[in-house]
Structure formats: C-alpha cells, structure tokens
C-alpha cells in the first residue's frame, strides 16, 4: 500500500509539473512534423466511435447531446479522446470500421468496439462482453488492407479510391491504442486480483502479439496509451455500487478511489511499459509512444474543483438516489413512478459522463494534456511521433 502512495504521489508532482508548462486549448497542427495521411485505431468504449452501436442496438439518448446534438454511437455526451486527437492531426472525425452508410475512409479507420479486451473473454455480447477483441480488431484491420489495396491494382480506375488510403499509406499512417480496462475489470470481477501479476503479463503478451502481427503489416508508429485510473470510475465506489465493501482498512485513497483496483491498473500499466521498451529493441524501424493516460486521468480526478469541475464521483446521466441506481438512457419504474435516467443540466462540468466513460469536457481536457507529449515516453509530441530517418 506504501508503494501506492509513493507512486500516487510522485505521479501527482509530475502533474502538477506538466500542467505548467501546458496551455490550456488544443489548436489544430498547421505544420506537422510527422506527414501522417491517415490514422488507425483500436481500443473499446473509451474510443468507439460507432462499432457497436452499428454492430448491434443503436446508441440511445442523451448520448451524443453535447456536440453530435444525437446518439452516434459513442460513450459520451460529445466526442471522445481519439475525436480531439484526429482534429488536433487535421483528420475528420474517425468512422467505425463496419458502419457501412455514407462512409469515408479516406484518412484512416476506426476498430475499437466497446466493451473489448486483450484477451478472448468467455463472455457474450449479452453478457457485456465483446466479439470485437483486440486479435479481431488487427484482423480486420488486415482485410481493409488487402481488400482496398485492389481498388488501385486492378489496372482500371475506381471511384473508391478517393474513399480509401492508398496502400502507400499504411506505412506512413499512426496506429493508436486504447485497450486493457476491461481485462482489468473482468480480472477484478472474477476476483483474480491475488494473481493478477501473472494474468497481467499475459495479457500484454497478447498486446505486443497483435502490435507485432500490425508492425508485420507496414505499421510502424504506434502511439500507445495505458489504461486509466479503473478504481476511481463513480460504479465502482461505495455511493453507487451497493456490492462495494468499505469495510476494509485503507480501502478508498484519498480521491475516494478504490485502491486495490488502481493497483491492478498500475501493475498491467508497467508491464505494458515494459513491453513497449521489448518492442522498441525488436523494432527499431518504428516507433512506439507509451502514453501514460493514468496520470493524465488522475490528476484530473485529483484537482476536479480546480479544473471546474464538481467532485469527480458525481455522475452526469443515471439516476441514483435512495438506494436506486438506472443507468444512463433507461427508463424503469421507481416505487410505482416512471423514471427517465437522464442526464445532467450542464455536462461540462462534470468528468463523468455515465459512471464509466467521461464527458466531452473532460475528454477534451485529457487530450489537451497528452497530444504535446507531456505524459509520453519518450516525451514527444503526437504530431512529431514517427520514425525519423535522418
């Protein structure tokens, strides 16, 4: 536990560090070091930005009120780290892989799936699982590459080519990665938190298997975040999670998080780190970025009122009160009353959107504070974070 709080603590210093040598608003890159003519990303809910709302049930309201004015399958009020990241790299907002109407991949695609992992989960789509695991993601990554590569070598000319990244561009492209909490979470929920060292290496072992089966298929920048601060989400304290138990002595930190969980993501987070570095030693044609987003989130979550927020436990959409707890979006009655779970008067000053996922707002404020490379190893900016061959 005394580790936790020395590596809390100094993670809290680096912040406060970062922060001031940041400005505060993201302005979109007019002179980009890196020419990246596309942008590929993987990951789950933290990044979808449409796979399983077309895959399945579509997203229903208020999601997407903020900035989209409608659901449009994504995790939020608004748009998302990886939404920022692409207008920060002048690319439009990225489209999911298998959304088929009015489609353009001309600059990149996106494969994440909420609900995703690592691993193969024995999990179904109606147990909260995933079919779209990070193996599946790279595989079908694989086919929109062989299969676009047809369109310009077929020897006549295709009005698909202007949809599709010509197949020059893979290898010039940046591949992005948001995927590991719900490895995590389903490590917490089958209660493997006691051997969770060995499962965690597994895990990333799996990772690097699918970044080397990407770098095998001319991928060769990789900007990489680790996964979050999972025992501050809202569901998994105490106020909102009835099958929480904080009994237990040094339970919570001093954000209210729930430390054992945090340590569990601090524990896959350095092997992840560890992995990226054995990466770096077996590619040395790519280059590899570890995005530390655990700090970022949990600084954030540290100084809530100071960013202008209200305290980071507090949920935007969901009813909870007296003992009731809807999720974001659902209708159900309440002692003999309808009751519509929706969601705040002000989401910007929340940073949680649904008890889960974040806001717009605090997305936003996240990707302010990694896209320059403050949180990164090594500290490069993403625009600048491709192999130089000079």
Known sequence: M???KEFVGVMMLLSTW????????IKSSTTQGCDF????????SNSDTGTMASAFYPEISPYGETFFKEPVGRASDGRLIIDFIAKHLGFPYLSAYINSIGTSYRNGANFAAGSSTIMRQNRTYFDGGSPFTLEIQTQQFNQFKTRTAKFFTSGRKSSYTKQFPRPEEFGKAIYTFDIGQNDIASAISNGDKEHFQVLASQIVQY????VQLLHGLGARTFWIHNTGPIGCLPVSLPIHNSNANNTQNGYLDQNGCVKYQNEMAIIFNKKLKDIVIKLRELFNDASLIYVDIFSAKYHLISHAKKEGFVEPQHICCGYHKDGYHLYCGNTSKIKGKEIFAGSCIDPSKYISWDGVHYTEASNHWIATQIINGSFSDPPIPITHSCKRTH
């Open 37 to 44: 003519p596309a942008i590929f990303n993987f990951g789950d």
């Open 207 to 210: 990772f690097s298997n699918q």
């Open 18 to 25: 970062f922060m001031s040598m940041k400005g505060e608003e």
């Open 2 to 4: 005394r580790r936790m």
